[in-house]
């Protein structure tokens, strides 16, 4: 356990529902990162937050995806009207940064949650 | 650009031989690199960094790897393979903004 939790684990819709999931970092971290790891592959940066603010999106991340980290602390993100594509893992990590500072700090991940879209 | 291209996608050892996991990487910026991995159903776990100090990086488990800036290469090396390290391994480049930048993995079987 890293310390990192994702709700909920597995996650089972419908095409064209709206979902949401919810990441906990630890506690003190001001960096929280989203990831996507689909079947076979590695894990894709998604977006990322220092403290509240969402400071870099990948082009990934079409308009149907949202996220949010009010008040600096838990993240959700939302994906409107999915699709059967969105299927995939869906990771959470955070760690400790500072602008400019090293950017080598390690990451810790959460379980992940597990989304099929039917 | 930056990238990592793990050169296998599966390794399969004997238990108790030596493994070894290739990794070549592309940056335009003095990289700091990571192995990260991840058993079946469990979250991914860092292995060992490289973060521009000693070029060999001792990690956890009797894992250690070698940064080659001259053949952009961090391989990881095992001198025994235990049947616990059956698992998926990544090789993952920080990206200038802390983001991580993931290899495709590898899969690493030992055979009893």
Redesign the interface.
Known sequence: D?G?SQDPRHKITKRGQNVTFRCDPISEHN?L?W?RQTL??????LT?FQNEAQ??KSRLLSDRFSAERPKGSFSTLEIQRTEQGDSAMY?C?S?L?TSGG??????F????TRLTVL | AQSVTQLDSHVSVSEGTPVLLRCNYSSSYSPSLFWYVQHPNKGLQLLLKYTSAATLVKGINGFEAEFKKSETSFHLTKPSAHMSDAAEYFCVLSGNTGKLIFGQGTTLQVKP
């Not at chain 1, 076979?40 to 940066?45: A, D, H, L, S, T």
Request: without cysteine.
């Open positions: 890293t990192v960096r990162y990831y076979g592959q590695g894990p894709e940066f990322y400071l870099e990771l990590a760690s940064g090293p950017k080598e700090r390690e990451q991940f959460g379980p992940g």
